[in-house]
C-alpha cells in the first residue's frame, strides 16, 4: 500500500484515490483499502485528512519503508493544501 501510494505521488505528483489503489495493489474492494489506510495510519506510516480526496501523504516512516529518502517533503493535496 505505501509503495503505491508512493509510486502515484511520484509519477503523477499528487495522492492517489482509493480507488486508484485498489486497482494497483489487487484489492478486492474499496472497503479493503480503506482498512489498509486505516491500519497504515495506526502504523504511523500515512495521514489522511477527513473529507478531502486524495489526501493521503506518507510520514517519514511511510516514505522510509517505500524507499525514499525520510527528508522528502510531502506533496500537497488536490487541493494544493499540505495536510
Given amino acids: 500500500m505505501v509503495v503505491g501510494i508512493a ?9 492517489p484515490s482509493v480507488r486508484e489503489l485498489r486497482a494497483a495493489t489487487g484489492l478486492s474492494s474499496i472497503s479493503e483499502v480503506t482498512r489498509w489506510l486505516r491500519i497504515g495510519e495506526q502504523a504511523g506510516l500515512i495521514v489522511r485528512t477527513p473529507g ?6 506518507l510520514t517519514a516512516a511511510g516514505r522510509a519503508l ?5 527528508e522528502a517533503e ?6 494544493g493544501r499540505v495536510a
Avoid at 478531502?52 to 501523504?57: E, K, N, Q, T
Avoid at 517505500?66 to 525520510?70: L, M, N, T, V
Fill in 7 to 15: 509510486r502515484h505521488q511520484t509519477k503523477h505528483g499528487y495522492a
Fill in 52 to 57: 478531502l480526496a486524495r489526501a493521503i501523504r
Fill in 66 to 70: 517505500a524507499g525514499e529518502p525520510a
Fill in 74 to 79: 510531502p506533496l500537497p493535496a488536490a487541493g
